[in-house]
Nanobody
Framework: QVQLVESGGGLVQAGGSLRLSCAAS????????MGWFRQAPGKGREFVGA????????YQKDSAWGRFTVSRDNAKNTVYLQVNSLNAEDTAVYYC?????????????????WGQGTQVTVSS
């Protein structure tokens, strides 16, 4: 069982940046693929980005997602999501998730453990 705790969300003005963190409890964190998803009000859960346990990265192909950067620090059992040039459409609850097996995935169903989420609200 892995416990994931997100932090770093809050209220930010449009154009600003945030770095979200996700701390994992498990000692085998370095062997998990880690993903970030978000869910805006009234919408489904959406893939943001992921990083494999080997460091390989996966993002949405649309260039609009180039504002998002995923990284990890295995020594701290933590994965990060850097978001730049925030806009109102980025308002959502952001979740991190851990995938035990397979190649790093954009599919939420492939992830085994989820955090409670952290709210990001962008004001215009």
């Amino acid at each position: 069982q892995v416990q994931l705790v997100e932090s770093g969300g809050g209220l930010v003005q449009a154009g600003g940046s945030l770095r979200l963190s996700c701390a994992a409890s498990a000692g085998t964190f370095s062997r998990y693929n880690m993903g970030w998803f978000r869910q805006a009000p009234g919408k489904g859960r959406e893939f943001v980005g992921a990083i494999g346990w080997t460091g390989d990265l996966l993002y949405q192909k649309d260039s609009a997602w180039g504002r998002f950067t995923v990284s990890r620090d295995n020594a701290k059992n933590t994965v990060y999501l850097q978001v730049n040039s925030l806009n109102a459409e980025d308002t959502a609850v952001y979740y991190c998730a851990a995938q035990r097996r397979g190649t790093v995935s954009a599919a939420s169903g492939e992830y085994d453990y989820w955090g409670q989420g952290t709210q990001v609200t962008v004001s215009s």
